[in-house]
Structure formats: C-alpha cells, structure tokens
C-alpha cells in the first residue's frame, strides 16, 4: 500500500531510504516524520519535543497527531503478527529486498 | 490535538480498558491487569512488578511486550506444555498489543499512560471456536494468520484490536484506497510511518 500509494501521486518512492531513515524518500517532508517516528516509537523523552515539532511545522498539528496514532497502531500489529507467526507473502519479498532486508526463514511462506 | 481527537482517543481508552479489567475468554480481569502491568514495565525498561501471573503467562507477555520479533512457534509450544493453552496465548497477545497502543499513542500525544483501573470480579468464559486451524502461522486461525484472522481463535478478540485500530490508523473498509488522507496525513505519509514503526521494531510483516 505504501507503493500504491506513493505511485497514485506520481511519486518515486526510494524504499531503502526507509530502513536508513534520515533522508528523503520521495514522500511529502519524509524527514520529520522519520525522526517524528523514531522518537515516538522508541519514547525518547530528549528526541521527541524537537522532532514534534518540526513535524508540525510540515504537515501541520492534526497531521501530527494522526501519524502518531498510527505509529501507536503498528506499536500493536507489530506485536501480533510476530507472535502468532504469521507469515510474510512472497509477494512482499521484492520490496524487502529494495529495503536491503532479508525475510528470515521462519516468517518466509510460499504464499503469494 | 483538537478537541474531537482528545475525545475520540479517550473514549477508546475507556473502551478498552474497561475491557482489560473484566474477564474475558481466557483470563480473568485480575490477570489482564497484571499482564498490562508487566507489559508497561517491559517497554519503558522499568522492573517487572510483583504479580500473581504464572511462569508462562509471565514470560510471554514480556517477550511479547519488549521483543516480541524473537518469539518463535517452540517457545509457544513450550507454554503450552506448561499448561498455558494456545487459545489464551492469542487472547494475551491482544491485551498487550493493545496495551502497547495505547500507551505509545498516550506518549506522542502528551498525556499520561491511562491508570490501570480496579479489576472486575468474575471467571472467564473458557469458550472456543470451531473450525479454526493452523495456516502459515503458529496459532489456529480462521483462514491463513494475517491480521484479520490473527484473534479469531478467541471470541471478541478480533473487534478489539479492530476498535484500536480503526480510531489510531484506519477504518478496515478504508484499506484498499491508496487516497485515503486523514487529519491532513496523506496515505503514504501514513504508510510510511507504519513502515518505519515496522522497521524499528524489527517485524517484516
């Protein structure tokens, strides 16, 4: 969806860049939303005023709120999928492999 | 944040801790609560409070709370060989998920993790559901384990994280629109923050 997304506005979308994070990678202010995530994510107290607010000044208060929330959400999907072993479709294997990354053995299916 | 926002994530608070404080299929809310408890020290690297959970229901919400990428279907198979059925692993599984939610989105939006509230008397209701199997996951699921089917083991399970995540993300009928832009967040905007919560938790899926 990230792709379709990035292509439905005739848009680049640099995938590795997402796994090296400080860069732009063909998404609107990509920047501020790494460092806006990473502080969030990893709830780091010292990051996150500054990276809130850059974001804000970006994309705006309610935008910032809103990829908050959803950086919160993946806080649970991560969690449920790596527990119940649900496996990654081969059809995500040629974007992981933009990303540089590998699917580990045990989450790789022969599902498409 | 705006005030329709403030009210939208506090109502879900409610919700769902209401819900971590009753019983439910598995657990008893005293238990959920603990989990909760042991799950928000796991994350914020704090020590794990006296609890009342067993070995492996301890264990798991530990390693499910902090690292979870390092969970493997034999460590499952060993809690079950504890005596911690399979069914109630997934119905832990979403309590924390949903604890970790909350509490991250609590975080970025400026207020204090919601207070666990008192636990509500009562048994669990033990009930499963026919018909669910093991398809390319490590848990019984109705259909192959994606996330729509990933609490289908467990009745009720599959709406809560579905609640969480259509007031945090997106509602589920909104998945397949690549246009969708909500609060100003366009969908790649979002998608990319999915995938960098994704990349930093170490989870491929």
Same mark, same amino acid.
């Given at each position: 969806?990230?792709?379709?997304?990035?292509?439905?506005?005739?848009?680049?979308?640099?995938?590795?860049? $997402?796994v090296?994070?400080?860069?732009e990678?063909?998404i609107?202010?990509?920047?501020? $939303?790494f460092?806006l995530?990473?502080a969030?994510?990893?709830?780091?107290t010292?990051?996150?005023?500054?990276?809130? $607010?850059?974001?804000?000044?970006?994309?705006?208060?309610?935008?910032?709120?809103?990829l908050?929330?959803?950086?919160?959400?993946?806080?649970?999907m991560?969690?449920?999928?790596?527990? $119940?072993?649900?496996r990654?479709?081969?059809?995500?294997?040629?974007?992981?492999?933009?990303?540089?990354?590998?699917i580990?053995?045990?989450?790789?299916?022969t599902?498409a | 944040?705006?005030?329709?926002l403030?009210?939208e994530f506090e109502?879900?608070?409610?919700?769902?801790?209401?819900?971590?404080?009753?019983a439910?299929?598995w657990w008893? *809310?005293? @238990?959920?609560?603990? !989990? +909760?408890a042991?799950?928000?020290?796991a !994350?914020?690297?704090?020590?794990?409070?006296?609890?009342?959970l067993?070995e492996? %229901?301890?264990?798991?919400?530990?390693r499910?709370a902090?690292?979870?990428?390092s969970?493997r279907?034999?460590?499952?198979?060993? #809690? @079950?060989?504890?005596?911690?059925?399979?069914?109630?692993?997934v119905?832990?599984?979403?309590?924390?998920?949903r604890?970790a +939610?909350?509490?991250?989105a609590?975080?970025?939006?400026g207020?204090?993790?919601? %207070?666990l509230?008192?636990?509500?008397?009562g048994? %669990?209701? @033990?009930?499963?559901?026919? *018909?669910?199997d093991?398809?390319? *996951?490590w848990?019984?699921t109705?259909?192959?384990?994606?996330?729509?089917? +990933?609490?289908?083991?467990v %009745? *009720?399970?599959? @709406?809560? #994280?579905?609640d969480?995540?259509?007031?945090?993300?997106?509602?589920?009928e909104? !998945?397949?629109?690549?246009?969708?832009?909500?609060?100003?967040?366009?969908?790649?905007q979002?998608e990319?923050?999915? +995938?960098?919560?994704?990349?930093?938790?170490?989870c491929?899926?």
């Open positions: 969806m990230l792709r379709a997304s990035v292509n439905h506005h005739n848009s680049d979308i640099q995938p590795d860049r $997402i090296g994070g400080a860069e990678c063909g609107e202010h990509a920047k501020e $939303i460092a995530t990473d969030v994510v990893l709830r780091d010292a990051e996150y005023p500054d990276a809130r $607010i850059r974001a804000e000044l970006r994309v705006g208060r309610d935008a910032t709120d809103r908050v929330m959803v950086a919160a959400n993946f806080q649970q991560n969690r449920m999928m790596d527990a $119940i072993g649900g990654v479709p081969t059809s995500v294997e040629p974007l992981a492999a933009e990303m540089g990354l590998t580990p053995n045990h989450l790789a299916s599902t | 944040m705006t005030t329709s403030i009210a109502a879900l608070c409610a919700r769902q801790f209401d819900d971590i404080a009753r439910s299929v008893t *809310g005293e @238990e959920k609560l603990a !989990m +909760a042991v799950a928000r020290a !994350m914020t690297g704090r020590a794990i409070p006296e609890t009342s067993g492996a %229901p301890l264990e798991a919400t530990g499910v902090a690292e979870a990428s969970l279907k034999a460590d499952i198979e060993r #809690w @079950e060989a504890e005596g911690m059925r399979v069914e109630a692993y119905e832990l599984v979403g309590v924390v998920g604890l +939610a909350l509490d991250t609590a975080f970025g939006l207020f204090d993790p919601t %207070p509230p008192t636990p509500v008397a048994a %669990p209701l @033990e009930a499963t559901v026919p *018909g669910v093991y398809v390319d *996951g848990v019984p109705a259909g192959i384990a994606f996330p729509p089917t +990933a609490y289908t083991a %009745p *009720g399970a599959t @709406e809560l #994280w579905i969480v995540s259509s007031v945090l993300y997106m509602p589920l909104e !998945m397949g629109d690549p246009t969708f832009v909500r609060d100003g967040a366009t969908r790649a979002i990319l923050v999915a +995938a960098r919560t994704s990349y930093l938790n170490d491929f899926y």
